[in-house]
């Protein structure tokens, strides 16, 4: 009798621990499970500092870089515009320039700056008045655009764009036609370059390369 109290006995308390030890089982694994998640919890606000400060210090960088040419090109700029400012030829009068678009001065300077360069052109490749030896008449050839298209162009009212584009080549085709001559003694080459250097020119002031959506 005893035996059997104590067999029963036994075995209540084998499947009493049965039945707890699944329950221990699950605690334990859920303990871990948020110490894994606090230990993710923790050290996911230093990575997310990380992050920021290095997208920060990547963001600034890129606006160095993008800035610096900027400026480069305004003080350019600057320069180009009061040196062209103070020895190209300006207006005889103070009042507005009256060679507005539409108007038939606008158009004279016009037709004037271009087709001195085209006859500057016959000049230099010697097909007027025609010389075996240099002479004054392919010398004003090579200058044309330098002496008559530029200023011509300029005396109208013109776009910001097309001024700032021939202040610019009111300082560079004079270096053209001084450098050209020491590597290549041709009035031909010189006027070519000054005509590629003055198109040039218009593209980018004006865009005309650009690639448009």
């Known amino acids: 009798m005893n035996t059997l109290i104590s067999a029963s006995l036994c075995n209540t308390q084998i499947s ?5 030890a699944p329950n221990l089982r699950n605690s334990l694994s859920h303990v871990h499970s948020r110490a894994k998640s606090f230990k993710i919890h923790a050290t996911t606000p230093g990575e997310i500092d990380t992050q920021t400060a290095d997208e920060e210090a990547t963001e600034a960088e890129s606006n160095e870089a993008s800035t610096a040419p900027a400026e480069l090109e305004k003080d350019l700029k600057k320069v180009v515009q009061k040196t062209a400012a103070t020895f190209a030829p300006r207006a005889s009068t103070a009042s507005k320039n009256p060679a507005v678009p539409g108007t038939a001065l606008y158009t004279i300077f016009e037709v004037q700056g271009y ?13 007027i008045f025609p010389s075996n030896e240099p002479d004054i008449w392919r010398l004003m050839g090579m200058w044309s655009i330098w002496m008559f298209t530029i200023p011509s162009l300029r005396a109208r009212d013109c776009s910001k764009n097309e001024k700032e584009a021939l202040n610019y080549l009111f300082l560079l085709v004079p270096l053209i036609n001084v450098l050209i001559p020491f590597f290549w003694k041709s009035f031909a080459v010189v006027w070519s370059a000054d005509t590629i250097a003055f198109f040039g020119m218009y593209a980018w002031k004006f865009g005309w390369l650009q690639k448009t959506d």
Do not use: H, R, V
């Open 16 to 20: 009493s621990f049965c039945f707890a």
């Open 115 to 127: 087709a001195s360069m085209l006859l500057g052109g016959a000049l230099s490749f010697n097909l």
